[in-house]
C-alpha cells in the first residue's frame, strides 16, 4: 500500500517567490515522523526538516517550513524566497514503527531566474 | 563529524562479476538502510538493520543481493552476480531510532 504520496512530479517556480510542495500519507499508527529531503543534481540526499506526529506547532528551519494538517494527513514544504539553488528534487517520507522509513517518488522543482 | 562514509563512489564492472559495496555508519546511529534509486522505479529500500540485525530485508530483489553487518561501524551489500538491470545509485543512510536518517553520498553502479 503506498504509504506517502507526492502528486507533483514537477514543478516551477520564479526566483523569490514562495513554493508548496504537497505530500501526503497513510498510516493508522499515532506515533510516526514525517520528513523532507533534497537532492540536487549532484546526487547527495539532505536532510531538511522533520516534523512528528504529536507536535503541536508545524516545523519551520529557516526557509523551510512544513504545513502539517493531521487531520488530512499532509506535510506540504513550503519553501519561502525560493533561490537558484532551490532547483532540485525533493522527496517526503514518513518514519513508521520508529525504524522503517517510507518515501514518496518525489517532486522536481525547477526555480526560474 | 564524519558522515555516511559509503565506497566506492562509482564503479563500473562487467556482468557477472561480484560487486561490493561498503558503508561506514556515523558513530552512534543504531539503524542501517540500503537504497537503491534508479530512474524508473525511485528510492527503493532494499534492506535495514537496527543494532546491527537485520530486520526487514523483502525489498532485496533476489538472493543474488546479500547484506551483512558485522558489528556497529560497518557494513556491506553483495551482488553476486551482477546484471546490467542492477545498474543504479545504492544509498546507505544511519540514524538513531526516531530520528532522520542521514544518507552517504551514494554508490553510482554501472553494470555493462
Known amino acids: 500500500a503506498q504509504k506517502i504520496t507526492q502528486t507533483q512530479p514537477g514543478m516551477f517556480v520564479q526566483e523569490k517567490e514562495a513554493v508548496t510542495l504537497d505530500c501526503t500519507y497513510d498510516?493508522?499508527?499515532?506515533?510516526?515522523?514525517l520528513f523532507w529531503y533534497k537532492q540536487p543534481s549532484s546526487g547527495e540526499m539532505i536532510f531538511l526538516i522533520y516534523?512528528?506526529?504529536?507536535?503541536?506547532q508545524n516545523a519551520t528551519e529557516g526557509r523551510y517550513s512544513l504545513n502539517f494538517q493531521k487531520a488530512r494527513k499532509s506535510a506540504n514544504l513550503v519553501i519561502s524566497a525560493s533561490q537558484l539553488g532551490d532547483s532540485a528534487m525533493y522527496f517526503c517520507?514518513?518514519?513508521?514503527?520508529?525504524?522503517?522509513?517510507?518515501f514518496g517518488s518525489g517532486t522536481k522543482l525547477n526555480v526560474k531566474p | 563529524d564524519a558522515g555516511v562514509i559509503q565506497s566506492p563512489r562509482h564503479e563500473v564492472t562487467e556482468m557477472g562479476q561480484e560487486v561490493t559495496l561498503r558503508c561506514k555508519p556515523i558513530s552512534g546511529h543504531n539503524s542501517l538502510f540500503w537504497y537503491r534509486q534508479t530512474m524508473m522505479r525511485g528510492l527503493e529500500l532494499l534492506i535495514y538493520?537496527?543494532?546491527?540485525?537485520?530486520?526487514?530485508d523483502s525489498g532485496m530483489p533476489e538472493d543474488r543481493f546479500s547484506a551483512k553487518m558485522p558489528n556497529a561501524s560497518f557494513s556491506t551489500l553483495k551482488i553476486q552476480p551482477s546484471e546490467p538491470r542492477d545498474s543504479a545509485v545504492y544509498f546507505c543512510a544511519t540514524g538513531r531510532s526516531n530520528q532522520p536518517q542521514h544518507f552517504g553520498d551514494g554508490t553510482r553502479l554501472s553494470i555493462l
Open positions: 498510516t493508522s499508527d499515532p506515533s510516526y515522523g
Open positions: 538493520f537496527n543494532n546491527n540485525v537485520p530486520i526487514d
Open positions: 516534523q512528528g506526529s504529536y507536535d503541536q
Open positions: 517520507a514518513m518514519l513508521h514503527n520508529f525504524n522503517k522509513f517510507y
